[in-house]
């Protein structure tokens, strides 16, 4: 048996014991290093088995607790922990959202915990099933994982509202969750925006790009259908493309044959894309195979929309401020206030 099994095996006998009843707190890092002579690694490492066990949990800056006495365990004076939960959090517009979160929690009694899912549903199911398990969450704020999509977590996010811990959704909650507090963009009314902006640019063969996976595609489209529709062009002159996450992940593009066949085919002369990763690769993917780029429309206004060799026209998103508004509704939410939905309307 290792050396760091061992010692786990005698802190939980000693848990079991009730030896650390009384306050719920286990000797500090340096404590149980003089007390067993061995290194600050292995007594992490005891700790890290005693956590995968359920026996205990850390509140950072305070130390490790008894899971059994965590209510009373917990200092009061402690930080408040505030998770989030990306699909991505080092890409795109992430970094910008969460810089909106830190700036505003930083300095006024939160810590702020990140990860990222992938968007993946199995990935965003381990992080709920920590955040129960730790103990330490005081409020989420979460990007879901293919919202467009039913979404087997749904009884996790219910067991973390019922042991009173306020959620914020980002950009959109589930259809299950439809009383969620969400702080995102008017994807609709930007889908909209953005087919009436081609239309008026003289368009008449236009296409749209949407991500189906998540329900800001499938809003944007609906914003797109109806731009068409009410400026009076009819559907009949529109087609719709779809992709998912495992499309991007499989060929590392949004963009696939068929699209630049129908472009080059039905002489389409107006695109809106999803966002500004999918206009980015067509304007590659076009250039490359020597078709007219047609006009683009996009969302975010992120750097892809600035470094793309051939510049397009992208809606702006409210990084930071969609980051501040969703930092100051959770910790409102933390202190007892009640908060609702908004949506941010788009920059044009």
Not at 4 to 28: C, F, N, Q
Not at 311 to 321: A, I, N, T
Request: negative net charge; proline residues 2%.
């Amino acid at each position: 048996m290792s050396k760091y099994s061992e010692i786990a095996d005698v802190l939980k006998k000693e848990i079991s014991d009730g030896r650390y009843s009384d306050t719920g707190r286990l000797p500090t890092e340096f404590e149980l290093v003089s007390r067993f002579g061995v290194s600050r690694q292995t007594i992490r490492q005891a700790i890290s088995s005693l956590k995968n066990d359920g026996a205990v949990y850390q509140v950072q800056g305070s130390g490790t607790y008894v899971s059994t006495s965590r209510s009373q365990a917990r200092p009061q004076s402690a930080f408040k922990n505030v998770f989030i939960i990306c699909t991505y959090i080092s890409e795109y517009i992430f970094p910008r959202i969460v810089s909106g979160i830190e700036s505003t929690l930083n300095g006024t009694g939160y810590r702020i915990n990140l990860a990222a899912t992938g968007n993946k549903v199995e990935l965003e199911r381990k992080i709920l099933k920590d955040v129960i398990k730790l103990g330490e969450c005081d409020g989420l704020i979460v990007e879901g994982s293919k919202t467009g999509f039913p979404n087997p977590n749904i009884a996790l996010y219910q067991e973390i509202e019922s042991l009173g811990i306020p959620i914020v959704f980002l950009h959109c909650s589930y259809q299950e969750l439809s009383d969620s507090v969400v702080v995102g963009m008017d994807d609709k009314a930007g889908g909209k925006i953005a087919s009436q902006k081609l239309i008026e640019q003289g368009c008449r063969n236009i296409l749209g790009i949407f991500k189906s996976d998540d329900r800001q595609g499938l809003l944007r489209y609906a914003g797109f259908s109806e731009g068409i529709i009410e400026t009076g062009l009819g559907l009949d002159r529109s087609d719709v493309r779809w992709y998912t996450t495992e499309d991007v992940q499989d060929r590392g593009m949004t963009i696939d044959n068929g699209i630049l066949d129908l472009i080059s085919q039905k002489k389409i002369d107006g695109i809106v894309c999803y966002n500004d990763m999918v206009a980015s690769d067509l304007v590659k993917e076009l250039t490359k195979a020597g078709i007219p780029l047609p006009k683009l429309v996009s969302f975010d206004d992120s750097y892809l929309a600035h470094s793309s060799q051939v510049r397009f026209e992208s809606l702006g998103h409210r990084k930071e401020e969609l980051g501040i508004l969703a930092a100051e509704k959770i910790r409102n939410m933390i202190e007892g206030r009640k908060e609702k939905s908004e949506l941010l309307s788009w920059i044009v």
